[in-house]
């Protein structure tokens, strides 16, 4: 759909970058000949990922451990990319959600999901937004949200309050950083299955199985995204075709949020029992990834 090279020159930091979109986006970023750097938890996963990109497509992908929970840390890996040379490009990916009725949370459960989302995106954000405007040059970040900024979501609070208070900074940036060059816009996917992201929104489905589409079968395309569909979309953002592109936060959903109230839908009706069993295969999936990280 591009041209080659389009990205050619460019360094991007995506953040969560070692699975799910941020891998997805990753691929598309290195494919246009950009330079990548991938963030994550778990190191292991992220030289994984780098090796399958770069044995794929040629180029470089850089990896840092970090857990963007912690604002010393980030600045820290922030400083050390900087001192290799500027970025270009930033994309806050890296989120953590589970379905949950909101009177089961505990604070520690609102507190883990809003740190990473809402309190880790504006500290990368802020890390490297400073740098650029010390280094009097412009940059494009893009943020990965969810159609919920506009509608709430039952039975994801935390997760919809962050994401919203992350679609507020990128216009609240948009017009305060306007004037420097830096770019700030969102993205709202709808469905795209990963195995992050089904695991802990939709347990009982296979995100390998095209066919077992559950509650977004719904989706006005009767689909569920494509990854070159939303890896075109995060290249475009990262592109110098439009600067004049900010603020703005694009649904990338097939319209599935304007016909309202999906996941409300199909969870409102669970019963007690139901939601034992998803917080155990939640939990279930919560450790394994724990004893990945300490492997
Ligand atoms: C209730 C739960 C729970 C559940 C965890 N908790 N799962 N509470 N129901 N299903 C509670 C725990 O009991 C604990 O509180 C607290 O949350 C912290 O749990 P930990 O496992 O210790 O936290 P941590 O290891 O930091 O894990 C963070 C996480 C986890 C967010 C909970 O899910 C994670 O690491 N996720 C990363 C990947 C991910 O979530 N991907 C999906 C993103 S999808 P107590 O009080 O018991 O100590 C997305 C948008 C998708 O963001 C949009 C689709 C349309």
């Excluded at 990109?53 to 400083?79: F, P």
């Excluded at 040379?85 to 009177?103: M, W």
């Excluded at 199985?209 to 990262?238: C, H, I, W």
């Amino acid at each position: 759909m591009f041209k080659e090279g389009l990205l050619k020159g460019k360094r991007i930091l995506v953040t969560g970058g070692g699975t799910g979109l941020g891998k997805e986006m990753s691929r598309y970023f290195l494919k246009y000949g950009a330079e990548v750097l991938i963030c994550g938890r778990r190191e292991s996963v992220l030289e994984e990922t780098a090796k399958e990109l770069m044995e794929e497509n040629g180029g470089k992908v850089k990896c840092y451990g970090l857990d963007i929970r912690g604002a010393q840390d980030v600045d820290e890996t922030i400083e050390e990319i900087f001192l290799e040379g500027p970025l270009d490009g930033l994309v806050n990916n890296a989120a953590g959600n589970f379905i949950s009725r909101t009177q089961d949370l505990s604070h520690r459960g609102f507190d883990a999901i809003a740190g990473i989302v809402f309190h880790g995106t504006f500290y990368v954000t802020h890390s490297v937004g400073k740098r650029w405007i010390e280094l009097g040059r412009g940059g494009s970040i893009v943020s990965i949200l969810a159609t919920w900024v506009w509608t709430g979501s039952a039975f994801t609070v935390p997760s919809a309050m962050s994401k919203s208070g992350i679609h507020a900074m990128t216009k609240s940036l948009a017009t305060e950083w306007g004037h420097t060059g830096i770019r700030l816009n969102a993205i709202a996917p709808g469905p795209f299955p990963t195995e992050g992201a089904w695991a802990r929104l939709s347990p009982n489905q296979d995100p390998n199985d095209a066919s077992d589409q559950g509650v977004y079968s719904q989706n006005p395309m009767g689909r569920v995204g494509k990854m070159e569909e939303l890896g075109n979309l995060a290249t475009f953002l990262m592109s110098d075709g439009c600067d004049y592109l900010t603020g703005q936060t694009i649904a990338l959903d097939g319209g599935e949020y304007l016909t309202g109230g999906t996941f409300y839908k199909a969870l409102s009706s669970l019963k007690d029992e139901d939601w034992d069993a998803i917080k155990s295969t939640i939990k279930a999936t919560n450790e394994k990834d724990k004893a990945k990280r300490t492997a």
